[in-house]
């Protein structure tokens, strides 16, 4: 909560920009919809476990009496807005778990972070341990 350290005198830009993050909550909710739809049908047919959502997403902050109301507002707003992201990259990492498990290309001069679980994929252009993978 840094903003409320620099909140004095710097009403107006943070009301000017409240538009813009508020504006992305809509594509939250939406991408929220589908990708629930799509965790639902689509993972028992793969036979993945489910994702538990509540291990993910927790809006708990707003209920702390010391917080003023509109700092309750953005702790709802960014408890369910990074939980569902990272609920999210859960269910995108299991879905390319399943579909893939083939590393990136690594590019030397390129900045990369892969997930942790690409430790586990195949190497880039090893057509030999992808034959044997499939053989499986």
Known sequence: MRFMRYLPGRNIPHLLT?????????????????????????????????????????????????????????????GYANGLIEYARTIAGETEKYWC?????NDPGAIFFPPEYHRDFLAYGDEKAYRNFIKK
């Open 18 to 78: 409240a538009p813009f993050i508020f504006s992305v909550l809509l594509p939250l909710v939406l991408l929220d919809i589908f990708l629930e739809v799509y965790h639902r049908i689509c993972f028992p047919v793969y036979g993945i476990a489910y994702v538990k959502r509540r291990e993910f997403i927790r809006v708990d902050r707003h209920r702390l009496r010391y917080i003023p109301w509109y700092a309750k507002i953005n702790c709802a707003y960014c």
């Open 101 to 105: 498990s083939i590393k990136h290309k």
